[in-house]
Structures are given as structure tokens and as C-alpha cells.
């Protein structure tokens, strides 16, 4: 696993696997990468790049292996070059891996340290001292690179630093700006780069992905792998975190009872209510809420051809049910309530989309 400078987790690492700029195998997306490639054969490759799409696919990945052939001379000259992989053992390869490189700055949240954990934001003063490396010439005349990861950990400040860059950026820059929800980034940052949305994976990726990473994910039985499939969505990090059998079995507790909507089965309900308001249960009451708007977002997919009178109580029902969620957690307030008034609530809506 990858570790920070001070040797602790990296924001968002999911333990177990390598982190983007130590993974050297990519798997799908074939499209994004040949945009960069022919933006280097031509000699005019874009100096902004969003690169957008859900979680856990590989937009990070992408950005790396960007940033390694780029800051390699030689293959960023090649006129004929038709792929990014560069060597592990390589010189450029070790120092990004390192964040040692000197024309490389990567903008993310700052790791945990002993006293404290990571932060939740990317503060403007971080933005400033990165892109002070924009100010002067790249030492062997090479591209300067810049990875934000990601997009939405940036303050308002700090991206509208991060702009003033970007709208005069200087020869031969690149920078490489990660978002989960691109249609969210600044708009003026937005305008300025080059939009390349990655898609979901295709399963027999995911396992290929899957296979790279050894022992011991690849020691988990295929029947468990084919589940966590079922809810990856596309997802390589999601899969990964779905190769669970209990909470797989957990999930399909809560669509058994969404299915049967707007029958209740309120024993069951009560039970899950119950259960989901013990101290421990913090990561079975996120599910439990990813599970219900995945189905309500399903729900709405199916029916998309009924017209916006007939969706609007399952909208309208999510909404509510997002407000009360984030009420739950900012006053700290007891679950049990909250969740026996989702299902009467989804019950209703149901009722009256039918």
C-alpha cells in the first residue's frame, strides 16, 4: 500500500491496493487515453485537462501515466508514439511515484499525520506554493505538470487560484484536474479545459484489474466477485469494496425489502431500524442509504418513459430522504425514526408512481 512521506495511508487510499501513481497496469479506456496521445503527436496537446467520471475508475491512473510520459523527454518528443506505459524501473517512473520529480506538483488533501487526520479540503495557501513551480522554465525545457486530485476537494480560494493559472498558462504546461462530479467544478475552470469523461468498466476489465493485484483478491471466490459486479457499477474501487460476502448479503437484505414496496414488511423494517441505530453501525447506515438511492435512482431509469408527473413522488422522495440524512448527521439525532420514515415515505411514492 502506499504511504505518505511521514509513512501513514494516503487520503482516500484503499488499503490493499496501489496507489494510482504506483499502478502501472490500465485497464479500458481506450478513448481517453488516445486523446492525449494524438494531442502529443500533433505537438498540440491541450494545456487543461478535467478528467472526469465516477470513482474507482481510473481517472487518477489515467493522470499518472500522463504524467510520467510527459515528463519523460524523450517519449513526450516522440512524433510516432502510441502508448503511455513507461517502464517502472524507470528514472521518471520512480521519482512521480516518490512525488520527487521537480516539475511535477500534485494538489490532493493532506495526508494524516500522528496528531491529526487528513484534511478535508485543499486550502488555497497549498494551491500557491504548488503552482510557485509554474512561475520559472522547467529545467530541462520539458513539460511542468500539475495533478489535482480531485476537483471537489478544492475550496472556493483555492480553485479560483488555481484559475488564475490556467487562464495565462505558461509554455509547455500541463494540468491534470480530477472530478468525480465534473459538471460541478468551477465553471470558468470548466471553460478552460478540455472535458474527457471516462466511462464505467466493463466487467471483464474489473476483473483484469482485479487479477493485477495478486493475492489476496484474487484467492476470493468467483461467486463472491460476480456479486460485488452486480453493485461495482463500473467501478474498480467499488467492486473491490463489494467483495464482502456479509455485506453483500447486507444490501440484498434492504432491496428484498424495497422490492416489496409499498407492501411493508415492518417486522424487518424495524429490525433494520433498530440495528442501524447502534454506535457501530455507521458503515451498515451509509450502505443502507447508497442502497436506497441506487434503487430509487433504478426506479427512475425504468420508468423514465412515463412522463415527469408519474416520477416526480420517487424524486421528490429523494430529495427528502438526502435533507433528513444530512439533518441525522450534522445534529447527531437518532436513526430509528429517520429510517421507519423513509420506507413509509418510499411506500407512499411508490403508490402513487404506480
Known amino acids: 500500500m502506499s504511504r505518505d512521506e511521514q509513512g501513514l495511508a494516503e ?22 487515453e488516445d486523446a492525449f496521445l494524438e494531442g502529443l503527436r500533433s505537438g498540440r496537446l491541450h494545456h487543461a485537462w478535467l478528467i472526469g467520471g465516477a ?34 524501473g524507470s528514472h521518471v517512473a520512480r521519482q512521480v511515484a516518490v512525488l520527487s520529480h521537480p516539475n511535477l506538483s500534485v494538489l490532493r488533501r493532506a495526508p494524516a499525520t500522528d496528531k491529526k487526520g487528513p484534511s478535508a479540503t485543499i486550502p488555497v495557501d497549498a494551491v500557491r506554493r504548488a503552482l510557485g513551480m509554474f512561475g520559472s522554465t522547467a ?13 471537489e476537494d478544492l475550496t ?11 487562464e495565462e498558462p505558461p509554455p509547455r504546461s500541463l494540468f491534470l484536474i480530477v472530478s468525480h462530479a465534473p459538471q460541478r467544478v468551477l465553471p470558468t475552470i470548466r471553460s478552460r479545459c478540455r472535458r474527457l469523461l471516462l466511462r464505467p468498466l466493463e466487467d471483464q476489465d474489473i476483473k483484469a484489474a482485479i487479477a493485477s493485484l495478486g493475492s489476496p483478491w484474487t484467492d476470493i471466490p468467483q461467486d463472491v466477485v460476480d456479486q460485488a459486479l452486480r453493485y461495482g457499477e463500473g467501478s474498480v474501487r467499488r467492486t ?24 411493508a ?7 433494520l431500524a433498530e440495528a442501524l441505530s447502534k454506535r457501530d453501525a455507521d458503515d451498515s447506515y451509509e450502505l443502507a442509504l447508497e442502497t436506497v438511492q441506487r434503487w430509487v435512482s433504478d426506479r427512475l431509469h425504468e420508468r423514465a418513459g412515463l412522463g415527469a408527473s408519474r416520477l416526480a413522488p420517487l424524486v421528490e422522495v429523494c430529495d427528502k430522504i438526502g435533507r433528513s440524512a444530512r439533518e441525522i448527521d450534522v445534529f447527531n439525532l437518532d436513526r430509528r425514526p429517520f429510517i421507519l420514515t423513509m420506507f413509509d415515505d418510499l411506500a407512499e411514492a411508490v403508490r402513487r408512481a404506480a
Request: aromatic content about 8%; glycine content about 8%; some cysteine.
Open 265 to 271: 414488511d415492518t417486522k424487518q423494517i424495524l429490525a
Open 139 to 151: 529545467a530541462d525545457g520539458g513539460y511542468r505538470v500539475c495533478i489535482v486530485d480531485s476537483a
Open 240 to 263: 473491490l469494496e463489494f467483495l464482502d460476502a456479509d455485506k453483500v448479503a447486507f444490501i440484498d437484505q434492504v432491496n428484498r425489502l424495497l422490492n416489496g414496496l409499498p407492501k
Open 55 to 88: 470513482q474507482g475508475i481510473g481517472k487518477a491512473t489515467l493522470a499518472y501515466r500522463v504524467a510520467r510520459t510527459v515528463l519523460d523527454p524523450q517519449r513526450s518528443n516522440e512524433r510516432a508514439i502510441s502508448s503511455l506505459d513507461v517502464p517502472a
Open 11 to 32: 487520503p482516500d487510499q484503499f488499503d490493499g491496493a496501489p496507489h494510482p501513481r504506483e499502478q502501472f497496469a490500465f485497464f479500458g479506456h481506450r478513448d481517453g
Open 156 to 166: 472556493i480560494s483555492s480553485a479560483n487560484a488555481l484559475l488564475k493559472v490556467i
